[in-house]
């Protein structure tokens, strides 16, 4: 069992930045994928990056290129920096763990989920 606890979410205007933080609680996750999904209102929860035990990573069309996804093994923490954000990228964002060993973005994949942060951007 794991616990993730995110952290960093906040208000923006378009084209703001925000570095997103999630902490896990053991280290026993760290050779396995981790990711970062979110969810607009009324909307279903879409993965948006991930990355894996050999720190091969893999976006969302929608983000590539404006998202950069890292993570901190001796620290148990994985990281999203969001930069030129959209209110397209308005939503709830979730980490997850205790993914696949490569870096998938697919929800069904992945066993631990943290309660999300609140990413809003107003244009």
């Given at each position: 069992?794991?616990?993730l606890v995110e952290s960093g979410g906040g208000s923006v205007q378009t084209g703001g930045s925000l570095k997103l933080?999630?902490?896990?609680?053991?280290?026993?996750y760290s050779t396995y994928c981790m990711a970062w999904?979110?969810?607009?209102?009324g909307k279903e929860r879409e993965g948006v990056a991930s990355?894996?035990?050999?720190?091969?990573t893999n976006y969302a069309d929608s983000v590539r290129?404006?998202?950069t996804i890292s993570r901190d093994n001796a620290k148990n923490t994985l990281y999203?920096?969001?930069?030129?954000?959209?209110?397209?990228d308005t939503g709830m964002?979730?980490?997850?763990?205790?993914?696949p060993w490569y870096p998938?973005?697919?929800?069904?994949?992945f066993t631990y989920w943290g309660q999300g942060t609140q990413v809003t951007v107003s244009s």
């Open positions: 069992q794991v616990q933080s999630c902490t896990a609680s053991t280290t026993d999904f979110r969810q607009a209102p990355i894996d035990g050999k720190l091969d290129g404006r998202f999203l920096q969001m930069n030129n954000l959209q209110p397209e964002y979730y980490c997850a763990t205790g993914g998938s973005l697919a929800s069904e994949e």
